[in-house]
């Protein structure tokens, strides 16, 4: 491994680490707020248990994340200075407002874990609420960053010289709005069906299932409706990028030559020394439909683009389509699981939807982390489109392959560690919320009917 592919490596194992940590902290909130809303409102003790259960998962994930947040931004400047030394102050307004951002979620959380029964019951829960918002600020601000490099805004690019620096335009560019659209529901997608199984193999095992299944209709709704509004999202993304980046969209349908009508691939293994794909299904028009709303549209294929430009085609088809493999059965599982609704059926007696939520558990981050491979790798060779080349702005230090193991190492760890706190905290239910142990099965049934 040379100090590019680990510079590379060390980033992209940095970024997949810190961006579950950045969806829970975006989301978990918002469930939390809800549920502290209901035991407001209801009274019921069971909601202001699961309020409490929910801001220490809260805490441990705001923790780990701060920690790989700043490590990453360390290696920004350690790994690619040529790229800060001309991008920081182009496209350093969004990280600086980030951290602004981090820092009232900080104190608003600080202020809801101690704040019980010494503050204003609403003020409270506006606290929790500010963890949310600030959060969810955080995470679009850093989108708008990596959106920058998508598609670079904000200065004008005379002779190697970046002149005539505008912040404002730089981070409200092109890309911002679809990217930081389909992250945000990405985000609510993934914490919400990763949060709904947990709950639900709790359920399963009737193990404090009262308390489980009313945890589980809040993360549940949550993910699903994100999980309904992905595919627009999707779309909104797939048209912005044909316009934009013709050549991240060829590879993502390992389109290697210009087509009127283009077929939409589904699967299909990609042979990039022959520029074939096998074993493909193709839906005709459809890709033509998707990048230009026309099924007739000509799709720009690689054929037209040069050939040092074009991004690892495998690796971005293959990560496209378990972006997009996952997102739709995710959103099979939404549909049904709002028909059950409909139909006013008990969740404890449809135990087939509990192990859906169950086996869906990693699956929205399967997706999440698919789909930052389809925006990074599909952006190469450039680390800002167009402008600057990804080996052009690697650090000339040696010794990146050492860093990269010394992080991987920290990474594993931190990953142990949160496992284990995670799992001491759903071990500590029944004695932690006792109370709620106590009501049976038969007042979930009822529960759930109602």
Same mark, same amino acid.
């Given at each position: 491994?040379?100090?590019?592919?680990?510079?590379?490596?060390?980033?992209?194992?940095?970024?997949?680490?810190?961006?579950?940590?950045?969806?829970?902290?975006?989301?978990?909130?918002?469930?939390m707020?809800?549920?502290?809303?209901?035991? #407001?409102?209801?009274?019921?003790?069971?909601?202001?248990?699961?309020?409490?259960?929910?801001?220490?998962?809260?805490?441990?994930?705001?923790?780990?994340?701060?920690?790989?947040?700043?490590?990453?931004?360390?290696?920004?400047?350690?790994?690619?200075?040529?790229?800060?030394?001309?991008?920081?102050?182009?496209?350093?307004?969004?990280? =600086?407002?980030?951290?602004?951002?981090?820092?009232?979620?900080?104190?608003?959380?600080g202020?809801?874990?101690?704040?019980?029964?010494?503050?204003?019951?609403?003020?409270?829960?506006?606290?929790?609420?500010?963890?949310?918002?600030?959060?969810?600020?955080?995470?679009?601000?850093?989108?708008?960053?990596?959106?920058?490099?998508?598609?670079?805004?904000?200065?004008?690019?005379?002779?190697?010289?970046?002149?005539?620096?505008?912040?404002?335009?730089?981070?409200?560019?092109?890309?911002?709005?679809?990217?930081?659209l389909?992250m945000?529901l990405?985000?609510?997608?993934?914490?919400?069906?990763?949060?709904?199984?947990?709950?639900? #193999?709790?359920?399963?095992?009737?193990r404090?299932?009262?308390?489980?299944?009313?945890?589980?209709?809040?993360?549940?709704?949550?993910?699903?409706?994100?999980?309904? /509004?992905?595919?627009l999202?999707?779309?909104?993304?797939?048209?912005?990028?044909?316009?934009?980046? +013709?050549?991240? /969209?060829?590879?993502?349908?390992a #389109?290697?030559?210009?087509?009127?009508?283009?077929p939409?691939?589904?699967?299909?293994?990609?042979?990039?020394?022959?520029?074939?794909?096998?074993?493909?299904?193709?839906?005709?028009?459809?890709?033509?439909?998707?990048?230009?709303?026309?099924?007739?549209?000509?799709?720009?294929?690689?054929d037209?683009?040069?050939?040092?430009?074009?991004?690892?085609?495998?690796?971005?088809?293959?990560?496209?389509?378990?972006?997009?493999?996952?997102?739709?059965? #995710?959103?099979?599982?939404?549909?049904i699981?709002?028909?059950?609704?409909?139909?006013?059926?008990?969740?404890?007696?449809?135990r087939?939807?509990?192990?859906?939520?169950?086996?869906?558990?990693?699956?929205?981050?399967?997706?999440?982390?698919?789909?930052?491979?389809?925006?990074?790798?599909?952006?190469? +060779?450039?680390?800002?489109?167009?402008?600057?080349?990804?080996?052009?702005?690697v650090? +000339?230090? +040696?010794?990146?392959?050492y860093?990269?193991?010394?992080?991987?190492?920290?990474?594993? =760890?931190?990953?142990?560690?949160?496992?284990?706190l995670?799992?001491?905290q759903?071990?500590?239910?029944?004695? /932690?919320?006792?109370?709620?142990?106590?009501?049976?099965?038969?007042?979930?049934?009822?529960?759930?009917?109602?």
């Amino acid at each position: 491994m040379d100090d590019f592919i680990a510079a590379r490596s060390q980033m992209a194992l940095s970024l997949g680490f810190h961006i579950i940590f950045s969806c829970i902290g975006m989301v978990m909130p918002f469930f939390m707020a809800v549920s502290h809303y209901k035991w #407001l409102k209801t009274g019921e003790e069971v909601y202001k248990n699961l309020t409490k259960a929910w801001s220490k998962g809260v805490a441990i994930f705001f923790a780990t994340g701060a920690v790989s947040g700043t490590m990453l931004s360390f290696e920004l400047g350690l790994l690619w200075p040529r790229f800060m030394d001309h991008a920081g102050p182009i496209f350093g307004m969004p990280f =600086s407002l980030e951290g602004t951002a981090f820092f009232i979620e900080a104190i608003a959380l600080g202020f809801f874990l101690y704040g019980w029964n010494k503050l204003n019951r609403w003020f409270h829960w506006f606290t929790g609420m500010v963890v949310g918002v600030s959060g969810l600020a955080s995470g679009i601000l850093v989108v708008a960053a990596n959106a920058w490099m998508n598609s670079p805004a904000g200065f004008d690019f005379v002779n190697g010289q970046y002149l005539n620096i505008d912040p404002i335009q730089a981070m409200f560019n092109k890309a911002w709005f679809t990217q930081a659209l389909h992250m945000c529901l990405a985000a609510f997608t993934a914490t919400g069906f990763a949060v709904a199984g947990v709950h639900a #193999l709790m359920i399963l095992r009737n193990r404090n299932a009262y308390f489980h299944l009313k945890a589980f209709k809040i993360a549940a709704v949550f993910a699903c409706i994100a999980a309904l /509004l992905q595919p627009l999202s999707g779309d909104i993304s797939a048209k912005d990028v044909a316009k934009r980046q +013709p050549a991240k /969209l060829a590879a993502m349908e390992a #389109l290697y030559k210009t087509e009127k009508p283009a077929p939409l691939l589904v699967g299909g293994i990609v042979n990039e020394k022959d520029k074939t794909v096998t074993g493909a299904i193709k839906i005709p028009g459809a890709l033509s439909f998707l990048a230009h709303g026309n099924f007739n549209a000509e799709v720009r294929g690689l054929d037209q683009i040069p050939e040092n430009d074009h991004p690892p085609v495998a690796i971005t088809h293959y990560a496209f389509q378990i972006m997009v493999g996952i997102g739709t059965l #995710l959103l099979l599982i939404s549909l049904i699981y709002f028909f059950i609704l409909f139909k006013k059926k008990s969740l404890t007696e449809k135990r087939w939807l509990l192990k859906l939520f169950v086996f869906a558990i990693p699956l929205g981050y399967l997706a999440l982390e698919a789909g930052w491979v389809v925006t990074e790798v599909g952006r190469q +060779p450039w680390i800002i489109y167009g402008i600057m080349r990804t080996q052009d702005a690697v650090t +000339p230090m +040696p010794g990146i392959t050492y860093s990269f193991y010394i992080f991987s190492a920290i990474y594993v =760890s931190l990953s142990i560690i949160v496992t284990f706190l995670l799992y001491r905290q759903i071990k500590m239910v029944p004695v /932690l919320y006792h109370k709620t142990d106590q009501i049976n099965l038969t007042t979930d049934r009822e529960d759930a009917h109602r």
